[in-house]
C-alpha cells in the first residue's frame, strides 16, 4: 500500500499569502495524484487531479504540481474561505490512498 | 447535475452489519468507465477509502477491510449498497458516498452520514 505523507500537519497564514502544502509518496504514483478541500461539517471537495489539472469551477488561485513522489499544492493568495484540510489522494495503486490531511488555518 | 445521498442506520451495535445506501442522480452506472466509492471518516480524522464499484460490475475493497465489505449496485433504482459486517466502535465515522467518473478520481461527493457504533 503506497503512504502519502502530507506537510506541514498545520500551516498558519494571513488572507493574501501564499501557501504551500506537501505531499510525499512512499512510491513513485506517476501524475495520479489529486488534492481535495475539506471544510467543517463537509464532505470533500476535488481542487486537483493528475498533479494539475483544476477541477471543474476550482479557481485560478489553485495550482498543482509534481510527479513521481513529490507534490504540491499551491494557493498564490488566500481568500477567507480558502482556510481548510487539503488531503491528497493517489490512484496509481489499489487502494487509493489518502494522506492525513494539512490544516490551513488563519494566523 | 450530478447528486448523491448517503442513507442508513445512525446507530448500531457492536457485531451487527451495517448496511447504507448511496441513492444518485445525475448519471448512470452503466456508462463506461463510471463508479462509485465509499469512504470513511472517523470523527477528526483523515479519509480512508472503503470500496468501490464499476459501470461493469468489478469491485475493488480495501485490503485491511476487504473480509467484512460487499458492495452492490442497482442500475435500476440507481443506488449503489455497502455492507459492513462484524461492526465495532472504531468504525465510528462519517460515511461518504462518491462519483467517480472521466477524471478518475472522486469528483462528486454525497454530504455524508454519520454512524455511531455503540452498545
Known amino acids: 500500500e503506497i503512504v502519502l505523507t502530507q506537510s506541514p500537519a498545520t500551516l498558519s497564514l494571513s488572507p493574501g499569502e501564499r501557501a504551500t502544502l506537501s505531499c510525499r509518496a512512499s512510491?513513485?504514483?506517476?501524475?495520479?495524484l489529486a488534492w481535495y478541500q475539506q471544510k467543517p461539517g463537509q464532505a470533500p471537495r476535488l481542487l486537483i487531479y493528475?498533479?494539475?489539472n483544476r477541477a471543474t469551477g476550482i479557481p485560478a488561485r489553485f495550482s498543482g504540481s509534481g510527479s513521481g513522489t513529490d507534490f504540491t499544492l499551491t494557493i498564490s493568495s488566500l481568500e477567507p474561505e480558502d482556510f481548510a484540510v487539503y488531503y491528497c489522494?493517489?490512484?496509481?495503486?489499489?487502494?487509493?490512498?489518502f494522506g492525513q490531511g494539512t490544516k490551513l488555518e488563519i494566523k | 447535475q450530478i447528486t448523491l445521498k448517503e442513507s442508513g442506520p445512525t446507530l448500531v451495535k457492536p457485531t451487527q452489519t451495517l448496511t447504507l445506501t448511496c441513492t444518485f442522480s445525475?448519471?448512470?452506472?452503466?456508462?463506461?468507465?463510471?463508479?462509485v466509492g465509499w469512504i470513511r471518516q472517523p470523527p477528526g480524522k483523515a479519509l480512508e477509502w472503503l470500496a468501490l464499484i464499476y459501470w461493469n460490475d468489478d469491485k475493488r475493497y480495501s485490503p485491511s477491510l476487504k473480509s467484512r465489505l460487499t458492495i452492490t449496485k442497482d442500475t435500476s433504482k440507481n443506488q449503489v449498497v455497502l455492507t459492513m459486517t462484524n461492526m465495532d466502535p472504531v468504525d465510528t465515522a462519517t460515511y461518504y458516498c462518491a462519483h467517480r467518473g472521466r477524471v478518475r478520481f472522486f469528483d462528486y461527493w454525497g454530504q455524508g452520514t454519520l454512524v455511531t457504533v455503540s452498545s
Open positions: 493528475d498533479a494539475s
Open positions: 512510491q513513485s504514483v506517476s501524475s495520479y
Open positions: 445525475g448519471f448512470s452506472l452503466s456508462t463506461s468507465g463510471v463508479g
Open positions: 489522494q493517489q490512484r496509481s495503486n489499489w487502494p487509493g490512498t
